[in-house]
């Protein structure tokens, strides 16, 4: 009988004796909640649910900028969730707040409490009414109002159907359980979800729920529980082992399990932080304290771990030492109401446990790769205390096990994830799974930077695959990878470049470090916005379709492409045909940036040797592969260059710096007759050298015989340490050779080196005019 009489009434807008006009939504809003308040404490369990179906259906058919499929409603069996809904729309609704968050938290307990505090920080950041959706399952087995007071600003559920309850068409979803990105606020006015067990991340900043954490507190009966054994136990003289199972033991939650896998640590996926690792800490631990510890002081070490009924095995880890350590775990009514694992009494035991960890003297704690609690614990501390003195010391249980190596990469992956998400923040939604999957292979955070800019111009194709960038209409994409030495890169990015210009196209270099190359593209030059280090197919989306080239030579022929089509070269080619001339090369020169180090260097060395006024000599006769690469055998295309070598080697050999010898004294006694044909100055006796070789014995050489005053060379002290200790083909020496370079193609005339990229290159000047050259080494026949 209540029912129709609620529903006839309920229609005259005055009944319940709501305020204000009864047409707003607010005063619908008000009248729905006293509704369902009056009825549901007269009538029965089945009719109460009834009652909240209908008010919160009424609320929603009457506001009419929100709608829903109000037959999700008849999901709900009971009136605690219909509540809490009817309340948030309500609150929504009343303008307290611009927009609803609905925050889904999952995992096990700490996580949970870790993206809660990060959720409603976030929440409070942009004036937004949290809905906290907390699901108690086999993980955490408590409700969220069974563990805390519930926070201002945040209305709790226990159960929800996102898929119904938070259509795309009023609601920006994000899931950080499947793709971690960074979140926006929707500029339409859209409503947030989110399923997440972890912090929130936005391009400027990560919400670490710091703040939250400082202000959440623990229902009175926990707290109550917690104050007890503080007082009891005088935690603040005692270390603190909180031991975490594997993942594999949390599934499987049984003593047989934990025994299979108490000796094993897995380092490759680094799963497991073992019980030995736990007993190493505690034996230095007593060893340290073994002179300092009062006689009178029974226990030294707490022991509190979620393997509630693992807890003999646990204490065994600890051998000699077990008669100074208590077991929280040992109580029996705790080990009885704690036999199912994540059973409500049991998650509410391990808050408890949570909450005495912050009180601890000193703190064993897992990884933070393994558990949120050493996060949790981080925070809490920066809202307790303000003076560092009072701060506990933190041990990690594992350092110095076999999990250590990968628990160090562990953090560095945690990391460049981090600086991922801002990254991606730029990225149109749709590319950010294939940009994850792709960060995945990346192992520089700046490639991924570089990359970032590249998926920031593409956008979602119709059917959801991926097009080409929006802007490939008229330009395109060329991917150069350059590989082998310094010359040979720089004229097949000469080439690429011009072949980019005069297509239209937007460059992205691939700058290795390998064997053939120690310095990295910013080791050498300023613009290194489009260049990335490494090179994977995974780098871009599989739709992205490439047209490859795979050019090892001098020369690479192309076929016509349309202006949109994406291509990658792999090269070393000196010459693209038929789209670049000479002429195309000469303008890409002038334009390289080099960095300060190299400008400042080129400077200085230019006005002590005066290039322009000297014969630049290149002597390449270095042909032992060994020596001229250290380390060959360990690039991927190492029989490509030993093949590309055996037919420079004998050139190499010819171009020994006895071969230079009679042009140099022709040059000296004016009989040299290219000089006279190009009508160069003569200078006879009085002719400067400068010399550059790959040969420090080469340079030696060439001073004993002709003298200081004759031949002048870059820094002999760096290229005598480039062969002793550094590397021919370390950074620095890699720099050096670029001065020596820019240095040659700025002499008045060149003396070159056959079969040699380096010599090629000083002849063209470098964006300076062209040097004209002779080779005194050519190979008869």
Partial sequence: EALPLWERSST???????????????????????VAASWRELLSYTDAVAVERSALKWVLNSVSNYTLPIRILDMFEETG?????????STLHSGMYSRLMVAQVEGTLS??????ASALEFAQANNLLLLLVWMPDRLCGSAFEDLFVIPIGVIVVSKFYQHELCRTSHFVKYDYLQLVEAIEIDPQGKHLFIRSDREIITAEKEYDGTRVLGALQPVPSIQAHVDRLESMLQLGDMYCINFV?????????SLEALTAVQNTTDASQGR???????????????????????????????????TFSRTGLLLQAFGDSIDRVFDLNMDHQLRLACR??????????????????????????PPSSLSAIPTLLERWRKVGTSNDSDQPEVIDACSGSSYGEVRENAVFDERLSIEMIKVMANVPRALRPAMSEMAAVVRELETLRVLSEFY???????DGDISSPSELESKGLLVVHLVHGLATRLLALASATAYAEKTNRTLLIVWPRDSHMGASY???????????????????????????YDCVGSKLTIQKHASWEPLYFRSTCKHIEPEVTKEDHDRVYAKFRYTNFIKEQYMQSRRELNPQDAVGIHIRQQSQLSLDVPGIDDIDDWALSRKIFENAEPRRAYCHYSRFTDTIDEIRANNFTKFKELEIEERGRHTRFLVASDSLAALRAMKEKYGNDAIATVDDGLHQECEESLGVRSSPCIQLALLELLLLSRSKFLLISDWSSFSQLAIRGMGSKRVRSFCPCVMPG
């Fill in 12 to 34: 005259q807008g005055t009944e319940w004796n709501c305020t204000g006009s009864a047409t707003s939504t607010h005063t619908v809003a008000c009248e729905a909640s006293k």
């Fill in 81 to 89: 969730t219909l509540a809490s809904l009817l309340s948030a729309y």
């Fill in 111 to 116: 996580h949970r409490v870790r993206a809660f």
């Fill in 245 to 253: 199972p594997s993942k594999r033991t949390l599934i499987s939650p």
């Fill in 272 to 306: 497991w932080c073992s019980l030995e690792s736990y007993s190493e800490q505690v034996e230095i631990l007593v060893s340290q304290q073994s002179t300092n510890a009062p006689s009178n002081t029974p226990y030294k070490f707490l022991v509190l771990s979620s």
């Fill in 340 to 365: 199912e694992v994540f059973s409500p009494q049991c998650t509410q035991l391990q808050l408890t446990q949570i909450l005495l960890l912050r009180s601890c003297g000193g703190l064993v704690l």
């Fill in 456 to 462: 920031s111009h593409m956008s979602p194709a119709k």
């Fill in 522 to 548: 910013g080791d050498l030059f300023n613009d290194t916005n489009r260049v990335i280090q490494e090179y994977s197919p995974f780098f871009f989306p599989s739709s992205f379709k490439f047209i490859k």
